[in-house]
């Protein structure tokens, strides 16, 4: 398996040789190395810890951690990647003009939301007296029987900020340390993006 840390850029547009235009996500992937492994015999699975970028004010337990390397600013355990050891620079050019991966990210936050925004609620009439209604979820309980709001009840609540994974992007074209990936990808410019080999 093949898989690397990127930082989201921006999103654009490029035109395939045919004219056909394609929405494009920018992804860099520079400085990411690998700051610690996982074996078996120690942690009881093989996995590989990634490191993006540097941290200019490392607390002293990650200078211990990372005493004989950089401090990362970001760390993330992507499971097993083949043919690399401690310290390796991971470059974009691991991946192939064509290719198929999965993209993982955090989702932006949108705070506080309502049902309507939330879940998609279609809200009271907009008529007949309704007053002030129109975006409340209406009644939440079930009757006499059972004679309890059930578990998992979609209300008002925290929306956004949770993990998305986006399976089978493209790989369009691959600049330096950029990757190029065809549609969107979740989060905000300046987060962090996990990408994998399908």
């Not at 610690?36 to 004010?57: A, P, R, T, W």
């Not at 600013?73 to 050891?85: L, Q, T």
């Not at 009644?139 to 986006?166: A, L």
Request: overall charge positive.
């Amino acid at each position: 398996m093949k898989g690397i840390l990127g930082i989201k850029k921006d999103m654009t547009q490029i035109f395939r040789e045919n004219g056909v235009v394609v929405p494009v996500t920018l992804i860099d992937t520079t400085d990411c190395v690998v700051c610690q492994e996982k074996n078996i015999e120690k942690d009881g699975y093989k996995s590989v810890v990634l490191g993006l970028g540097v941290k200019k004010h490392p607390t002293k337990p990650e200078k211990g951690k990372y005493k004989n390397l950089r401090t990362p600013m970001f760390v993330k355990e992507v499971g097993e990647i083949d043919n690399v050891k401690l310290n390796d620079k991971i470059e974009a050019s691991v991946f192939e003009i064509g290719e198929k991966v999965n993209v993982w990210g955090i989702s932006k936050g949108k705070g506080f939301a309502g049902v309507i925004k939330r879940w998609g609620f279609a809200g009271g009439p907009r008529t007949h007296g309704q007053s002030d209604k129109e975006r409340h979820g209406g009644s939440i309980g079930s009757g006499t029987t059972p004679g309890r709001v059930v578990k998992g009840k979609k209300m008002p609540g925290r929306m956004g900020g949770d993990k998305i994974v986006v399976k089978n992007l493209e790989i369009v074209d691959i600049k330096e340390n950029i990757l190029v990936l065809k549609g969107a990808v979740p989060g905000a410019r300046g987060g962090l993006i996990v990408i994998k080999s399908v």
